[in-house]
């Protein structure tokens, strides 16, 4: 028989760490080494110096929260589009999107999202839907909150076809530091709406493109949530 000391102790340790989960996001898995290498060099630091140490501890978290991949809970509803980044709406215009993608001459509402290095930095799928073309293009590393950017920096471009049609796209840019794109899903792949699908290492920016009859409901400096934010309505079918 269980003391009830014990199951007492039991459950305030279970109760402690649902909520430190609750609180602290977990990392995403490319940050993982960045983390381990962060947390290493800090604990080497230490048996140099104190003073190093603590230097070194405090930029391993901070090296481990950019890689935070918090829990969103996307709208219900159906028919809109929502952020596929945390940042700032730097851009809304029309645009043609990339050419690499291969779509049909014409332009489209591009709603462009800055992050800097203090955003969450995975990028979520901004509808549900099949992965139809997923293109990735090398290029420069100017500034992300540049126009510009959209067409000259490395970039990873994804076309999403929801179950009705419409076709969406979402674009990953790398920025004036960032050097890395990771996407984890390819050509054929389901997504659903919300679900984290790519990262983008130190400061980025992500564009959507929706169909030219869409109605946006953000504007240039508002915040957005990835995966919560709702960017547009689409057209009806």
Not at 14 to 20: D, P, Q, V, Y
Not at 43 to 69: H, K, P, Q
Not at 148 to 174: C, F, H, M, P, W
């Amino acid at each position: 028989m269980t003391e009830p000391s014990k199951t007492t102790d039991t459950g305030r340790l279970a109760h402690i760490i649902a909520l430190t989960r609750s609180v602290v996001p977990p990392i995403h898995p490319a940050g993982r080494p960045f983390a381990l290498g962060a947390a290493g060099l800090a604990l080497l630091l230490r048996r140099l110096s104190r003073r190093l140490g603590v230097v070194g501890f405090v930029l391993a978290g901070a090296v481990t929260w950019f890689f935070r991949e918090p829990k969103r809970v996307p709208p219900s509803r159906t028919g809109v589009v929502v952020a596929a980044a945390d940042g700032a709406v730097s851009h809304v215009v029309l645009a043609e999107p990339p050419a690499e993608l291969g779509l049909p001459a014409g332009e489209r509402l591009r709603i462009s999202v800055f992050l800097s290095v203090f955003d969450v930095h995975v990028q979520r799928a901004p509808v549900a839907g099949l992965v139809t073309r997923a293109v990735y293009r090398p290029g420069k590393f100017l500034s992300a909150d540049l126009d510009k950017a959209s067409e000259d920096n490395e970039r990873n471009s994804l076309l999403l076809t929801t179950s009705s049609g419409v076709e969406v796209v979402v674009v990953q840019i790398a920025g004036l530091i960032a050097r890395r794109i990771v996407c984890q899903v390819a050509e054929g792949d389901k997504v659903e709406v919300g679900a984290t699908y790519g990262l983008i290492r130190f400061g980025s920016r992500v564009d959507v493109y929706v169909p030219a009859g869409s109605r946006v409901l953000v504007e240039p400096g508002q915040r957005t949530i990835g995966g919560e934010t709702v960017l547009a309505e689409l057209p009806e079918a």
